[in-house]
């Protein structure tokens, strides 16, 4: 009889103890998944932001290129001109 109480004694410490590691097991992939959710939406962050600065960089250069345009333009008119 007191073999079987300790054995079962043994068996609910152990029971108790896999508990407290699945806890802790769940409390670490909650921090990881926090950490994960942050880390997408600064990457999205950083995404947008790259995308706003090559759509800034494509219009500057459009605008410096149709200026060079237009000065070519210029040039060769007033050479047919002459």
Not at 23 to 33: I, S, T
Not at 65 to 77: A, C, H
Request: with cysteine; aromatic share 8%; hydrophobic share 35%.
């Amino acid at each position: 009889m007191r073999q079987q109480q300790a054995y079962l004694e043994a068996i609910d410490n152990s029971i108790q103890n896999q508990q407290l590691r699945v806890q802790k097991a769940k409390e670490v992939v909650n921090e990881k998944r926090a950490n994960l959710n942050e880390a997408a939406v600064d990457r999205k962050i950083m995404q947008d932001f790259k995308e706003k600065c090559i759509q800034k960089y494509r219009q500057e250069f459009l605008k410096e290129e149709q200026k060079l345009f237009d000065e070519l333009g210029v040039i060769g008119f007033n050479s047919k001109a002459n």
